[in-house]
């Protein structure tokens, strides 16, 4: 008789969506509803994770909820914290447990499950990993604003919104949208540099897509500070056509 390879517990990143319950993917309530243990990324400085409060009314009272902390910005000890998170999930693997992450939006666009995806790879390689895609923000955004993102062969752009003015003026003139991701702690800044660039008039500010939160402002200038908030984004129509053609 051989002993059996040890088993480990699958990793499901969950893409739940940008925060509309109803959203969510058949392929992702699945798997979420089907795993023993829920592990939800945890901002030190906010109550309740977003991705839980998402999905709240399909989990079910016997799952287990891990909370992951997770550092707000990149300062130091970030990197701390993740390889914190990526243990407490490793241990759930390896003790056999399948481990569903939930995500705001898509898993592999500007989310925390890319942090602890790389972490249990290097502690747990042998643990089987599902990644289950969600609607993003900025697919949400465009939705609801009624602003297409890019149609036939147009370029497409997203960004943090740490930049510059040299940066965004680069980006604004070699593709025809934009979208500037976490907006929120540089508005003004951003709002100065769109003005500058003479974008303002091209530029849709979206705050909360999706909840009963929402709302859609078309004229950038009139953004309030009750309008700014963390889950923000701004879709920028770009100069692109402006630019003078080369000659051949």
Known sequence: MTDNPRKFGCLFGIGVGPGDPELITLKA?????SAPVICVPQATNRRESYALNIVKEYVKPEQEILRAPFPTDDADGAALVWQEA??????????GQDVAFLTEGDP?????????????????????????????????AAASSGVPLVTHGQKLAILPAAYGLE?????????????????????????????????TGDSTYVRRVSTDREKVIRDVTAIKDEDIDYFSLLIVKGNISEKPKAEH
């Open 167 to 199: 940066e965004l003026s680069e980006t604004t003139s070699n593709f025809d949208t934009v979208v500037l991701m976490k907006v929120s702690p540089v508005i003004v800044k951003a709002l100065a540099d769109l003005e500058k660039l003479g974008l």
């Open 29 to 33: 309530l699945k798997a979420l509803q």
């Open 86 to 95: 990526s243990e407490l999930v490793a241990e759930k693997l390896r003790g």
């Open 108 to 140: 592999m666009l500007f989310s925390t499950f890319s942090y602890v995806l790389t972490g249990v790879q290097e502690l747990c390689p042998d643990a089987p990993v599902t990644i289950i895609p969600g609607v993003s923000s900025v697919m949400a």
